[in-house]
């Protein structure tokens, strides 16, 4: 499988660069050719902001996805504290079925928990995980290179080389696609 | 038309609020009544070793404390048993309802709920209640006379007076059955039935001529740490001295 | 001219790894990225046969507790040393402990975190371990102390035919949300900062280890837009796990403090019991580094400056723990409530004096050692200062829940309590228990945070100030 595709004419192309100085810069020349920054990837195995390189940032559903998981946990302690007395009634000595302090313990602990689970499916919902099967990736990306992976077509190639070859870049070719 | 039993218990308007007196000027320290508790209510024997320990299971137990010195000294008892308060800090604690306010003010123990954290027992500030550490064993020939009305309960249970609640039920369904509401004194648990000197004494307190209402306004009665605000069912009177 | 990097009083090198010395930052360490994670990957792919004789003297303990568990189920719970008063020993002790152990994992991964404080890097997931495993064995206990724990389900709300519900006043079922949600953040915590570094160690191994870290990494890449989104819910994670983890231990001491026992009825009960988690939770935790440290040949990651910033933390810890401890124990003894008098007089002079001084002793001394750097960047000596630090606050948690039940209202109802080998074995059993599952995550599963500590090494460096070259941290986030 190797990328190429005949009716829209896009080939991938990878390179390895040694630190986020040359990425930037390399980055900055394939933007002033004309390539969309959606079609840029960048591979790291240590977070870089994305300023740092050039890029946009992304717009995440994350924080209210997380409100929202937060709302509903609260809205299930609030039943569990406040409804669920009533529903079952049991009269316990010195105190009304539902009171303030018990309710609002229960009501933050579930809150919380909802939060919390909620950021985590959020997250991995919003990264698209778990996603195995094939990927374009390098193995070197762990050892301290940032990848770029590029979707371009044909006719850019040898421009894209040439900018990637003027940044130090070092095994520029065609991505490997690794089963993840 | 009779009247459902349910009715007069769940909704209490009207109802019974049961209490018991306890005249120490009366009790000699006989544990007649901790005898009869156990047979009513299948509460097992510990036995020497295990009440030694602390691990005894009386309902009711009559505490006894020495005073003065040689040759002026004094033996005093009180029995006590779950004060069925009113505001029982036991209750609020449990965390599967196994203990909680019935409407006719008894402090009910449900023994098939229980799972045996233990935390009324730590809560309850009289320590009126016992908790059921092996599987109760009844010595021959114990296990033949065992109360068909009351539940025997397995390990890991806590238990407790109930002013035997199956003797209250059954004259009540009794007298309902009849049209009418029980009397004062047609109610008696074990304790109160056997005590030989009648220095237990069990009513209706919502009732105000029944025996408990009046004995409960004596200028002799006073109720155990009621400074705690627990405000038990369970009222004492003390007035002079006495020899025992 | 001095050489700011060295910590006067540090000890130098090690036999494994000549070439590190203790004192160096490990942010400015010259190494390349390869070679940390080649380090970080050694103590995964070779274990030794320390290591085996470990576990395995591990598991035969805890198959002694399992056993003795049985027989607690079995015959019932007189087989403990529990009676009345004393309802609560040694399980709900061992219970509060644990959850105290806990209290520092979040402590160093959230609160540092959010403060962008650089020598939590390495540690952050040793901490988030202990955290999740200390919570799990806590979790045994409230089962274990159950006199039916066959119906321990009833505690949860599940559609029943008698339309039950269980009581959410009871503080035992907050304790059940809040350790459930507690243990689940910390384990989905601990999971998400991993991915990464289990992406590296996908790609760095082979066979059987290749298709667990490929299953476990979730197909991670390291794009932009990845490593935005994980960072993103770090932070909120950061955030929300604060309040989880001060509430987590402020509701187990609400086991206690809504009695009206004498010496548990106190609202001071909450805020000193999250200070005495923090401060045993840190002891035990700079106790599980310099074990592993040795154990797993971590020197290359753990060094002088991360001990010392951990010592001092500890310090900290201690001095805010015994000023609660002050603070409760004054208007205990202030008030001359008559039970209270006679339980602090049984505690200062009576049968559990001996534990008492052991307590202050065990707690106060490391206070006074820690605030010397000699003791906080020796291994030695550090390990016998915490290891004091956690004898001191299990004997306090003892003197709680055991010394003040032994007393109450009624002089009748006082009791005593004599523990018996079911207790011991099960008690030694969470420890064997924590201990075997942190053994094996270590080696499971990359110990320190590679991704983090690369993260780091972008932010510093040495720049010149006069004659000194000083390390410099840039704030790039």
């Known amino acids: 499988m190797d990328g190429r595709n005949a009716t829209t004419d896009t080939i991938r192309l990878m390179a390895l660069l040694a630190d986020a100085t040359q990425t930037a810069q390399a980055i900055d020349d ?151 | ?192 039935q056997t005590c030989p000197p009648s220095a237990l004494v069990f009513g209706d307190l919502n009732d105000p001529d029944s025996r408990v209402s009046q004995m409960a306004r004596s200028r002799r009665s006073f109720r155990v740490l009621a400074e705690l605000g627990t405000d038990p069912a369970v009222v004492y009177l003390k007035g002079g001295e006495t020899n025992v | 001219m001095s050489d700011a990097l060295a910590l006067p009083g540090a000890r130098a090198g090690s036999q494994d790894e000549p070439e590190t010395a203790y004192d160096e930052r490990l942010l400015l360490a010259q190494r390349t990225d390869e070679e940390i994670n080649q380090a970080v990957l050694k103590p995964m792919l070779r274990t030794g046969r320390g290591f085996w004789a470990l576990v395995a003297v591990l598991a035969g303990i805890i198959l002694w507790g399992m056993y003795s568990w049985s027989y607690l189920i079995q015959w019932g719970l007189g087989t403990t040393g529990k009676n009345r008063p004393v309802y609560w020993t040694l399980f709900i002790t061992t219970f509060v402990f644990w959850i105290g152990i806990s209290h520092a994992g979040t402590m160093i991964s959230a609160v540092l975190r959010l403060l962008k404080v650089d020598w939590r890097r390495p540690i952050t997931r040793g901490a988030e371990a202990m955290t999740a495993f200390a919570l799990v064995v806590a979790g045994l206990y409230p089962l274990i102390h159950l006199g039916r724990v066959w119906k321990a389900y009833w505690m949860v709300p599940y559609p029943n035919n008698r339309m039950l519900w269980p009581n959410f006043q009871s503080p035992l079922m907050w304790d059940l949300i809040a350790i459930t949600t507690y243990l689940v953040s910390s384990t989905l915590y601990l999971y998400l900062a991993l991915i990464p570094d289990l992406a590296m160690a996908r790609d760095h191994t082979g066979g059987w280890r290749h298709r667990v870290y490929r299953l476990m990494a979730l197909g991670w890449r390291g794009t932009g837009g990845e490593w935005h989104k994980l960072l993103r819910a770090l932070a909120i994670f950061s955030v929300a796990i604060i309040p989880i983890f001060l509430s987590v231990h402020s509701i187990v001491s609400w086991d206690f403090a809504v009695t009206i026992q004498p010496r548990w009825h106190s609202t001071i009960f909450a805020p000193y019991f999250v200070i005495g988690a923090v401060y045993s939770g840190l002891s035990a935790l700079a106790a599980i580094l310099i074990i592993v440290r040795r154990g797993m040949r971590l020197q290359e990651f753990l060094r002088a400056e991360h001990f010392d910033a951990l010592g001092r933390l500890i310090l900290v810890a201690g001095m805010l723990w015994t000023y609660f401890w002050f603070a409760g124990f004054l208007v205990e003894w202030y008030g001359n409530d008559p039970v209270v008098r006679a339980l602090i007089s049984e505690e200062i002079s009576g049968k559990m004096a001996p534990l008492f001084y052991l307590q202050m002793g065990a707690n106060l001394i490391p206070i006074v050692l820690l605030a010397f750097r000699k003791v906080r960047t020796t291994p030695a000596l550090l390990l016998a200062t915490v290891l004091l630090v956690n004898v001191g606050m299990y004997t306090e948690r003892f003197l709680i829940v055991v010394g003040s039940l032994q007393r109450n209202d009624i002089p009748f109802n006082w009791g005593t309590y004599r523990p018996t080998w079911v207790e011991l074995s099960v008690v030694a059993m969470t420890f064997a228990g924590f201990a075997l599952l942190y053994t094996v995550f270590s080696r499971i599963v990359p110990y320190v945070p590679v991704w983090e500590i690369k993260e780091g090494r972008l932010r510093y460096t040495l720049r010149r100030i006069g004659r000194l070259l000083v390390p410099t941290a840039a704030e790039i986030e």
Request: hydrophobic share 45%.
């Open chain 1, 30 to 180: 394939l933007h002033a050719l004309g390539i969309e920054d959606r079609k840029i990837v960048v591979l790291s195995g240590v977070p870089y902001p994305e300023r740092a390189l050039g890029r946009h940032t992304e717009w995440l559903a994350l924080p209210w996805i997380v409100l929202a998981g937060a709302i509903g946990g609260f809205v299930f302690g609030l039943f569990l504290a406040v409804i669920t007395p009533h529903l079952y009634r049991l009269d316990i000595g010195g105190h009304p079925a539902a009171a303030f302090p018990p309710a609002a313990i229960v009501v933050f602990v579930f809150t919380m928990m909802a939060t919390i689970v909620s950021t985590f499916l959020g997250v991995l919902w919003e990264m698209d995980f778990p996603r195995f099967g094939r990927a374009p990736y390098h193995d070197l990306v762990t050892d301290g290179n940032l990848a770029v992976l590029l979707e371009i077509p044909a006719d850019l190639q040898a421009k894209a080389r040439a900018i990637f070859e003027a940044h130090h870049g070092h095994h520029i070719g065609e991505p490997e696609w690794i089963s993840l």
């Open chain 2, 1 to 192: 038309m009779a009247k459902d039993v349910n009715t007069l218990t769940e909704t209490n308007v009207g109802g019974p609020r049961w209490a018991m007196v306890v005249d120490l000027d009366r009790c000699t320290g006989c544990q007649a009544c901790l005898v009869a508790c156990h047979a009513e209510n299948n509460v097992p024997v510990a036995g020497e070793a295990q009440a030694a320990y602390g691990r005894w299971l009386h309902w009711i137990i009559v505490q006894r404390y020495w005073e003065g010195q040689y040759p002026n000294v004094k033996a005093r008892f009180t029995p006590l048993m779950c004060q069925q308060c009113t505001e029982a800090p036991c209750e609020p604690v449990c965390p599967v309802f196994a203990t909680y306010h019935n409407p006719e003010g008894l402090n009910a123990q449900i023994y098939n709920r229980c799972i045996g954290t233990r935390f009324c027992g730590n809560a309850c500030p009289y320590k009126a209640r016992t908790f059921n550490w092996f599987t109760p064993e009844f010595p021959e020939p114990l296990g033949e006379q065992l109360n068909p009305d009351v539940t025997v309960r397995s390990r890991g249970i806590m238990e407790k007076c109930t002013f035997c609640v199956q003797r209250i039920r059954r004259v009540e369904l009794a007298t309902s059955a009849e049209g009418r509401r029980p009397t004062d004194g047609e109610i008696l648990p074990a304790c109160v």
